[in-house]
């Protein structure tokens, strides 16, 4: 960071007056108001900053023995005394609100959040719901006004209607003149000599609602769903803020979901697997036949068609997967058993042996089934 000395272009054992002077110039010619350039803007802070420090005997003090105050965004004579200068100087204006303009009680309104619970069929299907939802809303007695029916606010005796309270000070550069939001009416210009009784002058009241949504297919947990104008009323009865829809998906017994596609599992016994058969499963569409062909493999995968999800944006459903679990009988009476050994007489199947490891067997039955 640059000298403060070399900053105001004085000696360092220049005298507070001659401080005084070199920043006077400086400020004059670099402020913005004069001077609109963005390097004219970042010298003026160097150059308030370089001032803040020296005129200060003991920030000089301990600046001359190699400790500064700090930077800006620092502590004490940083950007905070930037500003504070600049209005002192020349009269607010930092951006904020110039003398004669009162500011509007009506405001826009907050956003709400509000959560909904859907089941996995709501989201296939998409759903209508009537969301309650507890905000703010314009006050039907004064619709807005704050005021009492009849009544009407009154220009401001303090500040005559400018929201703004001027004060000349003297300063550096000689008189100069400040202005602050008026205390009396806090900046609005007017005060409200009869506030409304129902919403005590606010211009809206808490109440619950109930909105009416259509939710689309396909949302997922953690989509939100915008409702433009649908949240509280601001005060004063200024604009609606928006209201949010926070979607949560339960976990369904049966199926879950990968994208568009449904997912689940089929248990088929083993004299099933064997001879094959046809089954009537229940989709969340209702009952679906499906054919399991003879000698179907443990994790083969059958797809109906069309039975996902509608996708949020999209028609084209996607599929419901579903992927066999072989299930092997854990006991089998004698009897059973025998006719068993019976069939393995006649078939001779190989004996158990090593192959090739397939990735997707395990995380076909495990990962994706079992979620
Ligand atoms: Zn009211």
């Known amino acids: 960071m640059a000298d403060h000395y070399e900053v105001l272009g004085v000696a360092r054992d220049a005298s507070?007056?001659?401080?005084?002077?070199?920043?006077?110039?400086?400020?004059?010619?670099?402020?913005p108001d004069v001077n609109p350039g963005e390097d004219a803007a970042e010298r003026f802070k160097l150059v308030t900053h370089a001032y803040d420090v020296l005129s200060d005997p003991d920030q000089r003090q301990r600046y001359d023995l190699g400790g500064d105050a700090g930077a800006f965004g620092g502590s004490g004579a940083g950007f905070g005394g930037f500003s504070d200068i600049f209005e002192t100087f020349f009269g607010g204006g930092a951006g904020g609100t110039r003398a004669g303009r009162p500011r509007s009680r009506r405001e826009r309104g907050q956003d709400a959040l509000v959560r909904v619970d859907l089941t996995l069929g709501d989201v296939v299907f998409g759903v209508h719901r009537d969301i309650e939802v507890d905000t703010a809303v314009l006050c039907e007695t004064c619709q807005g006004s704050c005021c009492q029916p009849g009544t009407q606010p009154v220009t401001?005796?303090?500040c005559h209607g400018s929201g703004q309270i001027q004060r000349t000070v003297r300063s550096l550069l000689g008189n100069v003149v400040t202005s602050q939001p008026c205390t009396t009416c806090q900046g609005y210009g007017?005060?409200?000599?009869?506030?409304?009784?129902t919403c005590q002058g606010q211009g809206r009241v808490r109440a619950r609602r109930t909105v009416s949504i259509d939710i689309p297919a396909g949302v997922e947990t953690g989509l939100r769903l915008q409702l433009p104008g649908s949240g509280e009323v601001g005060p004063a009865g200024g604009p609606n803020g928006d209201l949010y829809l926070e979607v949560t998906v339960a976990a369904h017994d049966v199926f879950s979901r990968d994208g568009?596609?449904?997912?689940?599992?089929?248990?088929?016994s083993m004299i099933d697997a064997i001879l094959g058969t046809s089954v009537t499963?229940?989709?969340?569409d209702g009952p679906v036949d499906l054919e399991i062909r003879q000698g179907v493999q443990a994790g083969d995968e059958l797809t109906i068609r069309g039975r996902g999800i509608t996708p949020l944006r999209?028609?084209?459903?996607g599929d419901l997967r579903v992927g066999v679990q072989v299930v092997t009988p854990s006991h089998l009476d004698p009897k059973s058993r025998a006719l068993v050994q019976e069939l393995a007489k006649r078939t001779r199947p190989a004996p158990p042996h090593l192959a090739e490891f397939h990735p997707g067997l395990f995380s076909k039955l495990r990962g994706k089934f079992k979620r």
């Open 281 to 284: 499963i229940d989709s969340l």
């Open 16 to 31: 507070p007056d001659e401080i005084k002077k070199a920043y006077r110039r400086l400020a004059r010619q670099l402020h």
């Open 260 to 268: 568009d596609d449904l997912l689940a599992t089929l248990e088929v």
């Open 314 to 317: 999209g028609e084209q459903r």
């Open 156 to 158: 401001c005796d303090i």
């Open 190 to 197: 007017t005060t409200i000599p009869y506030p409304c009784s």
